[in-house]
């Protein structure tokens, strides 16, 4: 999830361990433990593309990251706050880790939460930014602060943006269910012989629904608003992994075909082979649409594969905002 959202739970779980013994320091710790696993980011940036892919949501998301973080953590910040001892503050840092991770499994990354197993759990239930998930959190989580550390009314402020928060990920998870049941009809309907179906949100809520659907020589990608009257139609997207063969001696080629886990396409622009990860879909609703959220040019080199993740473009991502909202309210 985004930063905004981690640093709400973990200031949240951090009330919950330590509020009634050290107050607001306790929302802090808590804060700054939810934001501690996402610093894989900035140690991707001494890697290759490749590389740091694969180490995200990796070690730093997992449960022995927590085990043996928390305590390290924990007897740093008994050295400066002695009003909890060393087991305390190294409870809220644990839970303030392990949320962290926890919280991520239900995006479309997922994270690796049983490091160093090669077992990446992603239910794919809930964006990475979810306004609908954080701004109530957040409203309790700030309206609990303001109460004294003892005060009941705190900690019942505090439990219920705990509670609206975990029940909208047991929505989104009804959601899906939902969502996968109305794909998967239609596909029957259209008698469309396919392998594999993925389901996921679209960007920013859990009303609006994609689907990728692994076919023979294609991909199918569609949306499902809860609104929509109309029947579903699937764009096809043509695999062209034949296109690529040539290159698949080299290693870090092969790594990031496993990064997205077989869910990608090829395309040929400009004399340059690009790699599109499927699983994050396109950068707009738009039927003729091309462009894809991570896509990652390859060019050899020196009898070497150099890979490079194409930029971002602010302005696509404001011209998807706009789709979606007309999207969402239904076909």
């Not at 929302?27 to 995200?56: C, K, Q, R, S």
């Not at 305590?71 to 809220?92: C, M, Q, T, V, Y």
């Not at 949320?99 to 964006?127: E, S, V, Y």
């Not at 599109?276 to 894809?292: M, Q, T, V, Y």
Request: a neutral charge.
């Amino acid at each position: 999830m985004d930063s905004l959202t981690q640093i709400v739970l973990g200031a949240a779980v951090g009330e919950v361990v330590l509020g009634r013994k050290v107050g607001n320091k306790a929302m802090i710790y808590g804060a700054i433990a939810g934001t501690i696993p996402d610093l894989d980011v900035f140690v991707g940036n001494f890697y290759d593309t490749v590389t740091a892919l694969e180490i995200h949501r990796g070690f730093s998301h997992s449960l022995v990251f927590s085990v043996l973080a928390a305590p390290i953590f924990g007897f740093l910040i008994s050295k400066i706050h002695r009003e909890a001892n060393w087991l305390d503050w190294s409870k809220l840092m644990f839970w303030g880790f392990f949320t962290h991770p926890l919280l991520d499994c239900f995006t479309t990354w997922g994270t690796q939460l049983f490091w160093p197993l090669d077992l990446r759990i992603a239910l794919k239930t809930i964006f990475v930014i979810d306004p609908l998930y954080t701004l109530p959190f957040l409203v309790c989580l700030i309206a609990a602060s303001r109460f004294k550390r003892t005060a009941e009314k705190r900690r019942k402020l505090n439990r219920w943006g705990l509670v609206l928060s975990s029940g909208y990920l047991a929505i989104s998870l009804i959601l899906k269910l939902i969502t996968f049941y109305k794909f998967e009809n239609a596909l029957q309907q259209q008698n469309i012989s396919y392998s594999e179906i993925e389901t996921k949100p679209t960007p920013f809520n859990t009303l609006l629904w994609s689907a990728n659907v692994k076919t023979e020589n294609d991909f199918l990608i569609a949306e499902y608003s809860l609104f929509d009257t109309q029947p579903i139609e699937f764009r096809a997207y043509p695999k062209q992994h034949e296109m690529i063969d040539h290159l698949k001696n080299y290693e870090n080629l092969n790594r990031l075909i496993g990064v997205t886990q077989g869910w990608y396409t090829i395309t040929e622009k400009q004399n340059h082979f690009y790699l599109n990860d499927l699983r994050f879909g396109l950068i707009s609703l738009n039927p003729d649409a091309e462009k894809f959220a991570f896509s990652y040019k390859l060019e050899e080199k020196n009898n070497s594969l150099q890979i490079t993740e194409e930029p971002k473009d602010r302005g696509d991502a404001q011209k998807l905002l706009s789709e979606l909202w007309l999207r969402l309210k239904g076909n």
